[in-house]
Nanobody, 114 residues
Framework: QVQFVESGGGLVQPGGSLKLSCATS????????MKWYRQAPGKEREWVAG????????NYAESVKGRFTISRDNRRRTVYLQMNSLNVEDTAVYCC???????WGQGTQVTVSA
């Protein structure tokens, strides 16, 4: 079955960094664009970043440009999100998504607080 297992979240101070991982299984990983989304308390789900099948093209929401980097390892069927210069507005549950595959993992909590 399709699985997405996000990890790497935690509690950090403003200005800190985290690297999230999303391990996948149950589908042909390298056929799909991969994306990261987040949802903060009381807010709608927000698209954060995307990466093409071979990792050659990356796109970001304006709010995270210059601070976050998406990458993927097709051999390991894993997508990553490096997050730097975190601020309190980045607090959310972060989930990964394969475009066109209608399943989600549990997400990983990122909390940025002084």
């Amino acid at each position: 079955q399709v699985q997405f297992v996000e990890s790497g979240g935690g509690l950090v101070q403003p200005g800190g960094s985290l690297k999230l991982s999303c391990a996948t299984s149950g589908f042909t990983f390298h056929y799909y664009v991969m994306k990261w989304y987040r949802q903060a308390p009381g807010k709608e789900r927000e698209w954060v970043a995307g990466v093409t099948k071979d990792g050659g093209v990356k796109n970001y929401a304006e709010s995270v440009k210059g601070r976050f980097t998406i990458s993927r390892d097709n051999r390991r069927r894993t997508v990553y999100l490096q997050m730097n210069s975190l601020n309190v507005e980045d607090t959310a549950v972060y989930c990964c998504k394969a475009e066109g595959v209608g399943y989600w993992g549990q997400g990983t909590q990122v909390t940025v607080s002084a």
